[in-house]
């Protein structure tokens, strides 16, 4: 019998993170969860592709746009299941036996607990708001999702597009989505550089401003200036 998971990283320049999120991952792989290691990448010119490849990773190459380099990915994926994780994730030990118990619920995608890498008052309160949002229907992608092959494909999978691709995608599974009792515990290298206050304060205008229509290229290019 096949291990029923596929795993797939969307990447760009993360040769100095992809390392702590593949090591945590051999956990699956030693519980025979995991077929394959799918690294869709878009255009690093670092040691990302010579990582992957180590780590004997299939490494996808395209245009640096997440929506475009994770459907691209899961549209080869060959097993049952996709876990979809960024390179900047590090799944908490003992992930597995979540894991695990949600493959027989084929009919729901599946999210884990946001948690940063680093401590501290402002660290606990963004991600406890995640965590939060999360329950409400709006994981991000930060918070890794589980996700059967047949229902992503009946969700009509991720629109390749620069920004948003995470949250396009939890509103056409709405009420298919369920927490995992598992942390996914993430880079706060963004936060600690442009602050808790003023980043925190950019994703929710960014998601309010996507709600009200506005264009995800447009989103994208306001957000990375």
């Known amino acids: 019998m096949r291990a029923p998971i596929s795993v797939i990283i969307p990447t760009l320049n993360s040769a ?10 051999m956990e699956g792989l030693e519980a025979g969860l995991i077929r394959e290691l799918i690294i869709s990448d878009g255009g690093s010119d ?3 592709g010579a990582t992957a490849q180590a780590w004997g990773a299939e490494v ?3 245009e640096p746009s997440r929506g475009g380099q994770l459907r691209r990915a899961c549209e ?6 996709m876990l979809i994780l960024h390179a ?3 799944l908490q030990s003992g992930w597995t036996k979540s894991v695990r118990a949600h493959l027989g619920q084929p009919d729901k995608a599946a999210w884990f607990q946001l948690r940063f890498d680093q401590p501290g008052a402002a660290a606990r ?3 406890t708001w995640a965590n939060l949002r999360s329950r409400f229907g709006l994981p991000y992608g930060d918070q890794g999702l589980l996700i059967s092959s047949a229902l992503y494909a009946r969700a009509g999978g991720y629109p390749d597009v620069p920004l948003m691709e995470d949250v396009a995608l939890a509103r056409a599974l709405k009420g298919k989505l369920k927490g995992l009792p598992i942390d996914a515990v993430t880079s706060a290298e963004k936060y600690t550089r442009q602050g808790w206050i003023r980043r925190g304060a950019r994703n929710l205008w960014t998601l309010l401003r996507y709600f009200a229509g506005v264009d995800a290229s447009a989103l994208a290019a306001s957000y990375r200036r």
């Open 16 to 25: 100095d993170r992809l390392p702590q999120c593949l090591d945590a991952l």
């Open 46 to 48: 670092d040691a990302t």
């Open 60 to 62: 996808l190459h395209g």
């Open 76 to 81: 080869v994926a060959k097993a049952d299941w």
């Open 88 to 90: 900047d994730t590090v």
């Open 125 to 127: 309160l963004v991600a």
